[in-house]
């Protein structure tokens, strides 16, 4: 009886001490709570922790409280977090090259996009340690639109819309400085105060966020034709990442990949949803004609040249623009 | 004893009485439940209340079902239901929480939809939903406040809903009605909710947390300092999103430590918000770094 007691009083120690949570990763994103994003991040953690006997899991800081990305980027860097949500400017500061993937009419449509992420996987996962991290997957904010209170029917009415930009971003910058457009620059949470002065009278962002930030209120049009497809990624910091043992560094990457391409998945789905919801409140999708079509497609190519030196190299841009195009000429070969 | 009157007149009402009689007996029970309801806020036992108020809603419907278009019944039915959201289910169960949000916006929708250029605008867009506004007047305030709050409460909970989401600017076109024609409606309640949404939403993404603080000063001096409800939307967004924790804290300890007799008319709310504040501090490590 003795014996019994003391065994099943062992394998309470055992067991509370093999539960206890070892690694906490925290974990920083501007998504609010309950929405997709941070569901299925919630997700990711229940598995992280089923998989590792409760070792591994994340603390999320949801809805931005911790900043915007360039705040959670010095908060990692520091050590005060270990992981966040990252999007094109933040990216840009840990890995340059990465940003080939948010420049201008570089991809028809999805399949592209997927084709190339896959195809220079190695060479963005590489480009993120030297940036001191780890990609934990992907997590695309998908195709980027211009909202304009004018019609649009050729890249010159381009010229006569007071343009926003992200300031500080140099693709979105250069992408309309190629179209001849001079966009103005404003701070990303002044936009909307900025539509309702009339300082700009136009933006660009994916259709989904147009209608969390409520931007889409301020618009008559959206043009159909994407301008570009905003990358996303949740990062680790490489430090926090290597000092994991080996077992949960495979459990936290290999559940990265399968979540975080459920919430590409569904951001592709909302935005698709979105764009309906964007009709339903009045705007009017406004389609590109097929004749003026090339001239944004030599507009972004000029834009991703005068790229070159300043977030990655001639060879890269050749690789990925041939890709590209190889993929689409046996994609229509085997139509 | 409004129970016992209310049950015998559904009696009365099911035996056949004449349809006339029956409407009129409804319309007068309409009076007793109006302060059936001041005996639910006065209530500090939250279980007893929640039985209450859900059996009582039921009967709402039931009388409703007799006299469809009775706003006085219509609009208790709205701010029940969302009463009965906020308190009961939206801790506890979202899902059931969405549906009584819902129930509680469609029965202040069909007060308002008494108005023709409301009706119409409905469906329309914010701009045409907006002009539709201007039909209205202060009295209409109840019924705005109630449906913009049921609504609110469900957008709120059900943020994958991206339809949904699309309708917000309708329900601050309500809200910034009762702003501007009676603003200490509720205690304050549109200052609640312009603080809430002002001060949830990250800086980064346009979120001004100086306007939102103006807004909650405003609705605790509209309610002298004593509809608790107040101090928790103030901690819960504000104080986190600008990262003022000593803020955070005191704000809730202050909801822990006021005595529920402080606003007798308001025991039930505030005995909710004392409840809504210990589920905030225990989850102070969610917000704030340690």
Redesign the interface.
Same mark, same amino acid.
Not at chain 2, 156 to 160: I, Q
Not at chain 2, 285 to 289: K, Q, V, Y
């Given at each position: 009886m003795k014996t019994i007691c003391l065994t099943a009083l062992l394998a309470l120690i055992l067991l509370s001490h093999s539960t206890a949570q070892q690694y906490t990763i925290k974990f920083a994103t501007i998504a609010p709570e309950k929405t997709t994003w941070y569901n299925v991040m919630k997700e990711y953690d229940a598995a992280v922790r089923k998989e590792s006997g409760g070792r591994l899991g994340f603390q999320i800081y949801a809805g931005g409280v911790l900043g915007d990305e360039k705040a959670v980027l010095r908060k990692i860097r520091v050590g005060q977090l270990h992981a966040g949500g990252f999007t094109g400017v933040a990216m840009g500061e840990i890995a340059p090259r990465v940003r080939i993937l948010d420049t201008p009419f570089l991809f028809r449509n999805y399949d592209e996009v997927d084709h190339i992420y896959k195809q220079f996987e190695k060479d963005f996962e590489q480009a993120f340690q030297q940036g001191g991290f780890v990609l934990l997957g992907w997590a695309e904010v998908g195709f980027v639109h211009v909202f304009t209170n004018t019609p649009v029917n050729k890249p010159d009415d381009l010229k006569r819309i007071k343009l926003w930009t992200w300031e500080g971003d140099p693709v979105a910058e250069t992408a309309f400085r190629a179209l001849g457009i001079s966009p103005i620059p404003v701070a990303f949470p002044d936009v909307l105060t900025s539509l309702q002065t009339g300082l700009i009278d136009a933006f660009y962002t994916p259709p989904y966020a147009a209608i969390q930030l409520q931007w889409h209120t301020r618009a008559k049009y959206m043009i159909e034709t994407p301008i570009s497809d905003a990358a996303g990624a949740v990062l680790i910091a490489k430090s926090y990442f290597d000092k994991l043992p080996a077992d949960l560094q495979e459990i936290l990457l290999r559940n990265g990949r399968q979540y975080l391409s459920k919430i590409t998945r569904l951001a592709r789905e909302d935005n698709r949803k979105a764009i309906e919801q964007i009709q339903k409140a009045g705007l009017t999708i406004q389609k590109v004609d097929e004749k003026e079509l090339p001239l944004y497609i030599e507009a972004g190519k000029r834009a991703r040249r005068m790229l070159v030196g300043r977030l990655y190299t001639e060879e890269f841009l050749t690789s990925v623009e041939k890709a590209v195009e190889d993929f689409r000429k046996n994609s229509k070969a085997s139509q | 004893m409004p129970r016992t009157t209310l049950t015998f007149l559904l009696v009365l009402g099911a035996l056949g009485t004449q349809g006339c009689i029956q409407t009129l007996a409804i319309r007068s029970v309409g009076g007793i439940l109006d302060n059936g309801f001041e005996v639910f806020n006065e209530e500090t036992d939250l279980p007893l209340a929640e039985n209450a108020l859900g059996s009582n809603l039921k009967l709402l419907e039931a009388l409703i079902k007799g006299d469809p278009d009775n706003r006085q019944l219509l609009m208790l039915a709205s701010q029940g239901y969302s009463a009965y959201a906020l308190a009961f289910a939206e801790d506890e169960d979202e899902e059931r929480a969405k549906l009584f949000y819902l129930r509680g916006r469609d029965y202040g929708l069909r007060v308002l939809s008494q108005n023709k250029a409301f009706r119409s605008a409905m469906n329309g *867009?914010? !701009?045409a939903f907006q002009q539709a506004l201007r039909s209205f007047s202060k009295s209409d305030v109840p019924a705005l406040f109630w449906t913009a709050f049921g609504w609110a409460g469900y957008i709120? #909970? !059900?943020? +994958?809903d991206?339809?949904a989401? !699309?309708q #917000?600017?309708k329900v601050n076109a309500m809200m910034e009605f009762v702003l501007q024609h009676d603003p200490a409606y509720y205690y304050g309640g549109a200052h609640l909710y312009f603080g809430s949404i002002l001060g949830?939403t990250? +800086? !980064? #993404?346009?979120?001004k947390p100086e306007q939102a603080k103006e807004h909650f000063e405003k609705a605790l001096a509209a309610n002298g300092g004593k509809f608790l409800m107040s101090y928790v939307y103030y901690a819960k967004t504000y104080a986190?999103?600008t990262?003022d924790r000593p803020l955070f804290e005191s704000l809730l300890k202050r909801v822990e430590d006021s005595s529920l007799d402080i606003l007798p008319e308001a025991r039930l709310p505030n005995a909710v918000a004392k409840k809504k504040a210990r589920l905030l501090s225990e989850r102070v490590? *969610? =917000? =704030?770094?340690e």
């Open positions: - | *867009d914010a !701009a709120n #909970l !059900a943020r +994958t991206l339809e989401f !699309a #917000l600017p949830s990250p +800086t !980064a #993404l346009g979120g986190v999103q990262q490590h *969610d =917000f =704030f770094l």
